[in-house]
């Protein structure tokens, strides 16, 4: 009997639907080639919850991932919602379901593909052989640290937002940095603001602690604002980087500009069960139902899904060479597009990526 393996797929906002639609194409192609079984449950989050069901989170999506293996989520948020109250807003959603499924880590891998190395604002130079992972903490700090709000009368109003991190929240994040970089090159770069902040001095103690069970692995640290300079400068140094929710969120943007879009780039969330995967662009409201979106992401995460939840890194990687190879031919969706490059649009490039795939297969079969 085939593995069975359940994912609950949430297409969201914007060019969430039209990014999801060929990254799950790809997952029913690879499942099918492998003789996996694979089925979806698709639910609603963010703006088409809010419209269909007047909240960014219905109860019944949290319930139907939870009972999944996977979960594959496209964006949310655009500019209809913006005038809502805060916890009627479509990010509202997002925070929500990763306190719901206890997904307190966000794993963003940044890979320079050869092909792009054009595409990025900096020298190739600087950016060839980029290959890092962020591990961001994704539960705790400024997003959701009490007390917070806006407080005082009219005309003398204070706004307050509170980084509280428990010593269990570091040690969990810092464990998952640890065991991820024993997978790669062995090397961690923790990331505060120790020098001003006295939850950074914690976060720092607690890293140095837990790094005593994981002594193979290098560790240093950094100061925020010395990584983002880092990044910019000499990218290829890193290879893990651990940093908590704010500045795991402004870190791993910068990776964008590594790469030469942020639609390239995918990510997962992960606590000690299933994981949420999530393409990093947002929703993109401005080229949403355009064909104009990237699905590199998206595509991405599916090959996530296929290592880290269901245990095959071979079709991971036959995902990623198959994105590559349509790379290396020159088709480009318009945010990569430059002279030579032949601009395609979301559903022809991805529709290149499962030729790839199908002839991949069909080779290793004769």
């Known amino acids: 009997m085939p593995a069975v393996h359940s994912v609950c797929v949430l297409p969201g906002d914007g060019i969430g639907p039209e990014v999801i639609e060929p990254a799950v194409a790809v997952l029913k192609q690879v499942a099918g080639q492998a003789g996996m079984d694979v089925r979806l449950q698709y639910e609603s989050i963010g703006g088409d919850a809010l419209d269909r069901f007047g909240v960014p989170l219905p109860k019944s999506t949290l319930l139907a991932c939870r009972a999944s293996d996977a979960v594959l989520l496209g964006a949310v948020g655009g500019p209809k919602w913006d005038s809502n109250l805060p916890d009627l807003r479509p990010e509202k959603g997002l925070l929500n379901i990763r306190k719901g499924l206890g997904l307190y880590g966000n794993l963003r891998p940044v890979r320079q593909i050869p092909s792009l190395l054009q595409c990025s604002t900096l020298k190739p130079e600087v950016v060839d052989g980029v ?60 990331v505060d603001k120790a020098n001003v902040l006295e939850v950074s001095r914690l976060w720092r103690q607690v890293v140095t602690e837990t790094h005593r069970v994981f002594s193979d692995v290098e560790l240093n640290h950094q100061y925020v604002d010395n990584c983002a300079m880092q990044m910019v400068l000499r990218p290829a140094q890193f290879d893990v980087i651990l940093t908590e929710n704010t500045f795991g969120d402004i870190l791993s943007d910068i990776g964008a500009v590594l790469t030469g879009s942020i639609g390239t780039l995918p990510s997962a969330s992960i606590g000690d069960g299933l994981a949420l995967y999530e393409p990093v662009h947002g929703s993109a409201p ?25 245990g095959r890194p071979d079709l991971a990687a036959r995902i990623t060479e198959a994105v590559d190879a349509v790379l290396d031919q020159g088709y480009r969706t ?33």
Request: glycine fraction near 12%; hydrophobic fraction near 45%.
């Open 286 to 310: 401005d080229i949403a139902g355009k064909n104009l979106a990237n699905p590199i992401g998206a595509i991405g995460c599916v090959a996530m899904m296929f290592e880290m939840s269901f």
């Open 334 to 366: 318009r945010d990569l597009l430059q002279a030579g490059g032949t601009e395609v649009g979301t559903g022809e490039f991805a529709v290149r990526v499962q030729e790839q795939i199908a002839g991949v297969a069909a080779a290793r079969s004769s």
């Open 131 to 190: 290959d890092l992972v962020v591990v961001r903490e994704l539960t705790g700090g400024l997003y959701f640290g009490k007390p917070r709000g806006i407080y005082g009368a009219n005309g003398h109003e204070i706004g307050m937002n509170s980084m509280v991190y428990h010593r269990r929240e570091i040690d969990r994040i810092a464990r998952k940095a640890f065991a991820l970089a024993r997978l790669r090159r062995k090397k961690v770069t923790s």
